[in-house]
């Protein structure tokens, strides 16, 4: 006996008219054989529902929102036609509607596609993997904290409108099932079941990648997880990225520099996820375990659709005094959306009356809801499991009912609070997503090179028309066919920042995160070599040349990506610096030099590689301020006539006394404006077998005592005399120190 169909006023989305006709066809041209509806299959076998199988999807998953049509046992072809046209042809006729649409944010509120404010309220589960073989299975759990005709506590059923599902990186424990790996889609696979379960029962769901660590010790291995990751789920409107659980960062010395150490990583995930996915919700948290986000608000995020995190435990809010988390939250949600992804509290769970979870309604549970309803701020409860922390069941998995306990507490509000601030979207179309595959960020090439550019783009409703290539605002060209390729030729010296842009069909149009790649001039490397010597008094640059340690001795070595030193620095006072290495000019033509510093400073060019050809070209005797190119006529150079494709070594010598620090060299030229003088034109200076030639070319001198400035240095001993075991010396220094 077939029941009658029944239609109901919220209507689940639908795809364009086209792609349900498409799926109409389908069915109806399976020749003669007898159908059955199966929903569950039907959508778990859709990993992203797409063309027909959306609407096959639509049709059985969503059977009691648009109509409800049941059949006990097998239905006959034509009787199954004349519903499916009825039921399309009314759905057509009616409002478009989703369930779960993609929300986006706007200001600082998440927001559905008619702009309407979301506020969603939902569960933490316990890590996937684990709940799947330890616990009875996930999608068990979903269905336990989803049941709508559970009557535990005093409401009537559970309410969740999200699902945050903890995914717990390897590296953290040990043995627990379903690790994640990008060898291998295991994790995947079940992850992929249960956000479309999450799907079915109209709820968003959070990835969340659950460090408890300090973000820079995971860099590497959080990246590879959102680039595995973002470009499977991208599809999926419902699905949030929470990029990283809990940052500790507190020993960077302040709450801002906490932040800051967080943001610099946070940002590079963001860039991964958004290469891939350019539309899911990113929730970001801050240092101190989500609880220091206020920074945030001053020193902002780089992308679109980010939400700030925050976990705030019993311990955190009745001390009496939870002004400064709560001013914390309050100043960053004057900027972005908050969704606190952890709260709890149990005294069971917790007996301890000094436990961080140890809390009641009254003192901790009802205040803050009220906090959170006030602002705005979404958030999901931890944890659903019965030991896990704070839990919400007992181990027969009823409910913990009570002043002291959060499980009953959770379920209530959730009832009390399942239509506030509900989404409520139309169909959309989306824009097409771009990025580029090669080169990679930070790559490397030699001016005059052509190199090869390319794009992925595709478009989820559509189809892409067109990918156009930049470089910076500039645009190379653009490919119109897949694969999306364009060569760069002779591609000058310069650091350049590229990125595509793809229009779809319908002219909407996505701009993909920028690449930065560098060309170097000649052989250049990006660096040149700095060496200084401390505790040695006075301004002039022969105090340092005249000191028993110098040449050979620095007290520190580095390399530096332009010419210049730091301005504030540690070892400022009474110290010396020497810059050595080489430059390549970009062209043939004049080249001007500049030099400024505090205190005195010279200058020294070669007319080729051989440092022994080197002259002063420039100098300050006093000092200068920073890039005060002009103070002195004795800091400017003549014009140098230099070739492209050789190098020339060149030599920076400073000398500091006491207060302000500087050193700087600039230069102009053919298609250069007066700048300091780049890595992408230097080589550093690198100690190899030419420095024990030259030493021993200068010991043969007869005339060398510590009077005369270079064999004062070269008294390795410090005799008074340059002798043969100082030869000696310098070869074991040489093969020992510079190898």
Known sequence: MRKPIAFFPKLPLLPSFNLIRSAVYDIILTKGKKLKINAKVACNSTSTPQESGRFACFLTSHIGRCFAFVETGVMKKRRFIEAVIGCTLFCLAAPIYAITPRLHVDGNKIKDPNGNVVTLRGIDMMDLGVTQDWYGGATAMIDRITNKSDSQGNSPGWYPKIIRINITPP??????????????????????????????????????????????????????????????????????????????????????????????????????VRTYAPDNIILVGGPSWDTTIGP????????????????????????????????????????????????????????DPNDMLNGTITGYGQPLMNFREQYGISNTAWVASYDWGPPMFWTDWTLRIGEGEMGGFVKDKLYEKKDANQPVGVATDRRPIAYITSPTDSDQFKAGDSIVIDANAYDREGFVTKVEFYQGSTKLGEDTTAPYTLTWNNIPVGKYDLYVRATDNNGLTKTSPDVRITAYSGEATGFILREWWTEIAGT????????????????????????????????????????????????????????????????????????????????????????????????????????????????????QGGGGNLIAVAWQGPGITQQVIDGIYMSPYLYNFKDYVTFASQWLKTNCSRTNAWCSGADRDRDGNVQIDDLMAFAQWWLLDTN
């Open 296 to 351: 945030a608000a001053s020193y902002p995020l780089v992308g679109d659709d980010i939400v700030m995190v925050s976990h705030i435990y019993p311990s955190h809010w009745k001390a009496g005094n939870p002004s400064w988390y709560t001013n914390n939250i309050t100043a960053c949600a004057a900027v972005y959306p908050i969704i606190m992804t952890e709260w709890g509290f149990s005294q069971s769970g917790s007996p």
């Open 171 to 272: 590296d953290s424990v040990s043995g627990w099932p379903h690790p994640f790996s990008p060898d291998n889609n295991d994790l995947y696979n079940l992850l992929r079941t249960v956000v479309n379960y999450c799907k079915t029962k109209d709820m968003y769901a959070i990835i969340d990648w659950h460090y408890i660590a300090n973000t820079y010790d995971h860099v590497a291995s959080t990246s590879q997880f959102w680039t595995y990751m973002a470009q499977r789920f991208a599809n999926d409107d419902h699905v949030f990225f929470e990029l990283f659980n809990e940052s500790i960062n507190t020993n960077m010395g302040d709450d801002t520099k906490n932040w800051l150490s967080v943001r610099n990583d946070m940002q590079t995930w963001i860039n991964i």
């Open 540 to 655: 002039a640059v022969n105090n340092m040349t005249s000191d028993i340690n110098y040449p050979f001795d620095p007290n520190g070595r580095e390399l530096i990506k332009t010419l210049e030193g730091p301005v504030y620095w540690s070892n400022a006072d009474n110290q010396g610096t020497r810059i050595r290495g080489y430059v390549y000019p970009p062209a043939d033509g004049n080249y001007t030099f500049w030099i400024a510093s505090d205190d005195s400073s010279q200058l020294l060019l070669s007319t080729d590689a051989d440092p022994c050809h080197a002259v002063q070209i420039a100098y300050v005797s006093g000092w200068t301020g920073q890039y005060e190119w002009t103070k002195y006529p004795s800091q400017t150079s003549s014009p140098k006539a230099l070739l492209a494709g050789h190098k020339y070594y060149i030599e920076v010598l400073h000398k």
